[in-house]
C-alpha cells in the first residue's frame, strides 16, 4: 500500500505537488504552515483533513509514513533528520540545508536507517531535455567534456512578494542557494564529473523593492556567475540573472568531438552536421518549474512504493 | 583631396576593404605581404599596382598619406609607430599590439603630431544595433547600468588553416586577443565605465588540428570567461566561446530601472513594456565581420578626409 504523506510548506508549489499527488493514488494526510492561518488556508483549498503549525504534530502523525519537505531551507534538514530519526520516508526540496555540516546530518541520518527512501529532489535531473542530453554525452556523442556553458535568466525571485527568507542569504535566500545548487547538481549529474576548485562573484543589486522599502532590506544575491574545474578536467561557467523576465535556462555541453546545443549536435571532426528529432528538444530548455517538481516527486514517490 | 592609401597584410578582409576604399573615393598605391609572393597575389587580384614585402617601402612611398595596419598583430604597433614618426595618418586593427607597452609606444607617437589622424578599429562600435544600445543607456532607458553579459560564440578559429601566429598567444592568437579586446571596448563604449578589476579564464582545448598534427601546436585560447569590477559601479561577464559553430554574439544590459536584450526593454520599475521598433533591432546582434570592418574604416577615412 502506498505510504500516507505528511507535507510540509505552504508554498504556491502545493497547488500542483498535491493533486500531482493523489493523482498517483497517495493520501495526503497532513499538512504543516509556519503559522496555523496559513496552514489553514492551504489545507482548506487543497482538501486536506489535518492542519497544524508544529512539526512534531505531522512527524509524530500515525498516517504519516512520508514526508515532503518544502519548508524554508532553514528548517528543512531538521525536519529531515527529526524525520529519519522516527523511521519516515523523506523528500526534501533543494537546497537540503543551508551548509555543509546540515547537510552532513542529512546524510548521516540518512545511512542509519538504509531501508528508508531519503531523496533531496534536484528536480532537473528529470526534465526530458536534461536526461537525453546525459544519456548522448554517455553515449560519447560529445567525445571527452571540455566545457559546459549554462546560463539562467528570470525575473526577480521577490517580484509581488514582501520581506521573507527569500531576502535573506542566511536563511537560504538567493539565486546560488535556490538555482546554483540544482545548476551544480545537473552539470555534474550530466557529465558525471565533480567540482574541484571553484571560483565566482554574488551580486546583490535590487536592495529594495516597492514591497521592501522599509527598515530590512534584500541581501540575497539577484546575480551569481561562477566557474568550477571538474576533476575529469572540464571548465563549467555558469550565470544566472534575475534582472531579466521570464524563466529560461540553456545548456550547451562541448567535448572534442561536437557540441550539444540548441537542437544542433555539430560533429565537428566529421564534419557533418546531423540533427535527430531527439536532439531537437534540447532547444532552448524552458523549465516549466511545477511540472517539473511535480515530475520529480511523482518520480520519487513511485520509487518509495516500489 | 583624399589621401593616398598603403595597405599592410594580405587577409580575407582585404577584398571587402580595398573595394570599399575605392568606393569611397580614395586610391589604394601600395600593399605590403609578408612574402613578395603573397603581396603579388592579393595585389594582382584586387589590381593594387605596387606591392612589396618590406615594409618601409610602403611607408615611405610617396603616394601614400594613410597607412592601414591589417598585418598580424606582433606587427602592427612597430609599424604604427614608425608610419606616425614620419607624419602619416594611421588606422590599426585591433588588437593594436601584443602588450602594454607596445600600445603605450603608439600613444605616445600619436600624441606627437596631434594632427595626424591615429585610430585603432574597435569596429563593433559602429554596428548599428551597437550605437543603438549606446544611445538608449545613454538616454536612461536602463537607469544606472549594473551589469552587462556577453557572450559570443563561434566555430574555430584556425578553421581549414595551417600553423601561424593565430596558434600562438605570444604573436596575438586567441580568443581573448582576438575577440575579448574589442568586447573590453565595446562594454566601455556602451556603458561610459572602465574596468576597475578583473578576473578571468583561458584555456586551450584545440591543442592539435588535421592541419596542424606535427611538432607544433596550438597555444592560444579557444575559450575564455572573465568578469570585470567597473569603476561606475557594474559588473560585466563576458563568455567567449570558439567550440561551437557560426558566430553569434549577444550584450544583455541590465540597469536598475530595465534591461535592454533580445528585442525587449522592460522597464521593471514601471511594470510596463514598450517594445519599439528602434530596439528590435537588437535581437541577437549578428556580427557580420566584413561588412563591420569596412564600415568602421569608411567612417575613419571619412574623418580623415574632413
Redesign the interface.
Known amino acids: 500500500m502506498l505510504p500516507g504523506v505528511g507535507v510540509f510548506g505552504t508554498g504556491k508549489l502545493l497547488e500542483a505537488v498535491v493533486p500531482h499527488l493523489r493523482s498517483l493514488g497517495f493520501r495526503v494526510v497532513a499538512l504543516w504552515g509556519q503559522t496555523l492561518e496559513d496552514a489553514g488556508n492551504v489545507a482548506g483549498s487543497l482538501h486536506i483533513d489535518y492542519f497544524t503549525s508544529r512539526i512534531d504534530d505531522v512527524l509524530l502523525h500515525k498516517d504519516v509514513d512520508l514526508v515532503l519537505v518544502l519548508s524554508p531551507p532553514s528548517l528543512q534538514s531538521q525536519i529531515a533528520v527529526k524525520a529519519m530519526g522516527i523511521g519516515k520516508h523523506v523528500v526534501c526540496d533543494r537546497p537540503a540545508g543551508l551548509c555543509q555540516s546540515e547537510l552532513l546530518k542529512m546524510v548521516l541520518a540518512a545511512q542509519y536507517y538504509p531501508s528508508l527512501l531519503s531523496v533531496v529532489g534536484y528536480g532537473l535531473r528529470y526534465l526530458p531535455a536534461v536526461r537525453q542530453l546525459r544519456q548522448a554525452v554517455r553515449d560519447g556523442y560529445v567525445g571527452d567534456v ?2 559546459v ?1 549554462v ?1 539562467v535568466t528570470c ?2 525571485l521577490l517580484e509581488g512578494a514582501g520581506y521573507s527568507w527569500l531576502c535573506e542569504p542566511a536563511m537560504g535566500g538567493g539565486l546560488l542557494s535556490l538555482i546554483g545548487s540544482g545548476v551544480v547538481d545537473l552539470v555534474s549529474h550530466v557529465i558525471g564529473q565533480r567540482a574541484r576548485r571553484v ?1 565566482g ?1 554574488l ?1 546583490t ?2 536592495r529594495q523593492t516597492r514591497l521592501i522599502a522599509g527598515i530590512r532590506h534584500v541581501g540575497s544575491d539577484d ?1 551569481c ?1 561562477f ?1 568550477m574545474e571538474m576533476d575529469g578536467g572540464a ?1 563549467v ?1 555558469v ?1 544566472l ?1 534575475a ?3 521570464g524563466l529560461q535556462q540553456e545548456v ?1 555541453v ?1 567535448g ?1 568531438w561536437g ?1 550539444l ?1 540548441d537542437g ?1 549536435y ?1 560533429a ?1 571532426v566529421l564534419e557533418a552536421v546531423r540533427v535527430s528529432a531527439a536532439t531537437q528538444a534540447w532547444t532552448q530548455v524552458n523549465i516549466r518549474s511545477r511540472m517539473l517538481e511535480t515530475n520529480y516527486l511523482g518520480m520519487a514517490l513511485k520509487a518509495a512504493d516500489a
Do not use: I, P
Open positions: 571540455r566545457l556553458e546560463r525575473g526577480s571560483h562573484t551580486r543589486y535590487t546575480f556567475t566557474q571548465l561557467t550565470s540573472n534582472h531579466l523576465s550547451v562541448c572534442d557540441h546545443t544542433q555539430v565537428a
